[in-house]
């Protein structure tokens, strides 16, 4: 216990304690710790570590964490996934938080045979026809999140749809699963537009295009500071009242809603993890993670924790090196925070409920309010083509 606790604040990593340190499992914690992501790999690296401080003991050995920063570049990520295979001879990597660095990892991690939790990016492809028994994903898939709202949504007596996103992959998977959903429900798209990514200032011209559609409610996907902008500009707009604004979750995460302010008040979303859930796990989870930082956790805090959460159950099994670990990780189960979740060994993504939540205002600001827990689904295969989980 005492070493997963070293391990997991970095203390670990260069202990020369031969005997015992050969015996742990060694962890590459491959995350953004600058750059534009740098807040998200913090919130993912806090909550692996308080994973390993609650449930380290069971896993009956130890964890030795090297930690490297991606910096959000692709070459940079690639240059210390070679280092921690390759020099560090890292037993198994976690982390990952852009599509397009994992992307860039994916074929030195399968080439390599080691074993690669992610916790967070979301491309499809990763679990479709970009799969790796080595790679299994414990966040989310982009069509995983935004499929659900389009059957709900219509539940709603929603009946046509205008919407947004910024123009790079994540924006078209995210709008193309809940499109695909939607208009099976029969509903309609009454218009779409996706802007430029990272360099839309104005969203005047996109929200006048909306309102003139004729479209019940609008449906985005936006995150970090591309969505504090749009959720600001969507209430100047005054398009709440008549045009109520819906979203993948990331729209309102926790780690930034409160820069959003009151116009992210009455903005439903959907996610699969808000604070508020309520169930035991999640509130072991949100009070060791608040001791620990003095503040309520992200999905992207979540998603580190489940992945070593993930790990422990692993090592459980008596898995210790890469191969026997690759195998244990496509077969972990567990009720986590986010509910009951497990891992579809026919594409190595996690399955898991998606929650339909409203953000309020509240005493000490702004919170989630949960208004539906919708079931959890396998994705679609996508094109994943793997050989059967071996015992």
């Known amino acids: 216990m005492k070493r997963a606790i070293l391990a997991a604040l970095g203390l670990a990593t260069s202990l020369a304690v031969p005997a015992a340190a050969e015996e742990n499992i060694k962890v590459g914690l491959l995350l953004p710790f600058s750059g534009v992501y740098a807040a998200l790999g913090n919130d993912i690296e806090a909550g692996f570590a308080v994973a390993l401080e609650q449930f380290g003991s069971e896993a009956g050995t130890g964890f030795d964490i090297v930690r490297e920063d991606t910096e959000v570049k692709p070459p940079v990520a690639l240059g210390k996934a070679k280092k921690l295979i390759l ?27 080691v074993p690669l939790i992610v916790a967070n990016a979301g491309n499809d492809e990763a679990t479709g026809t970009s799969c790796s028994p080595y790679i299994t994903r414990m966040s989310f ?26 123009d790079y992959a994540a924006g078209r998977q995210m709008i193309g699963g809940f499109v695909e959903s939607f208009t099976a429900a029969g509903g309609e798209i009454a218009g779409q537009e996706f802007t430029p990514f990272q360099k839309t200032q104005d969203f005047g011209p996109y929200l006048a295009q909306a309102k003139a559609s004729g479209a019940d409610a609008v449906y985005v996907f936006y995150a970090g500071g591309e969505a504090i902008s749009f959720v600001k500009q969507y209430d100047s707009f005054g398009l709440k009242a008549d045009l109520p604004l819906y979203g993948s979750g990331f729209l309102t995460s926790p780690l ?5 302010g009151p116009a992210a008040e009455g903005v439903i979303t959907a996610l699969h993890y808000v604070p508020t859930l309520d169930n035991a796990a999640n509130a072991a989870f949100v009070a060791a993670f608040q001791a620990k930082t003095g503040r309520l956790p992200s999905e992207f805090a979540v998603h580190g924790y489940d992945a070593a959460r993930a790990l422990i159950e692993a090592a459980k099994t008596g898995a210790h090196d890469r191969a026997s ?13 986010r509910g009951k979740l497990s891992i579809d060994p026919a594409t190595n993504n996690i399955v898991q409920p998606v929650y339909v939540y409203e953000t309020v205002a509240a005493e000490g600001g702004l919170t989630q309010k949960v208004l539906a827990e919708l079931p959890a689904e396998a994705d679609p295969a996508n094109g994943c083509e793997m050989a059967p989980v071996s015992n």
């Open 256 to 260: 930034y809603v409160n820069a959003e």
């Open 325 to 337: 670990l690759a195998e244990a990780l496509r077969q972990v189960s567990f009720d986590g925070p």
């Open 141 to 166: 898939s982009n069509g995983q999140v935004n499929r659900p709202m389009g059957q709900w949504m219509h539940d709603q007596g929603i009946r046509k749809v205008y919407t947004l996103a910024p």
């Open 87 to 113: 020099q560090d001879k890292v037993d198994v990597m976690a982390g990952i938080v852009s599509s397009s660095v994992l992307g860039a990892v994916r074929d030195t991690v399968h080439g390599a045979g």
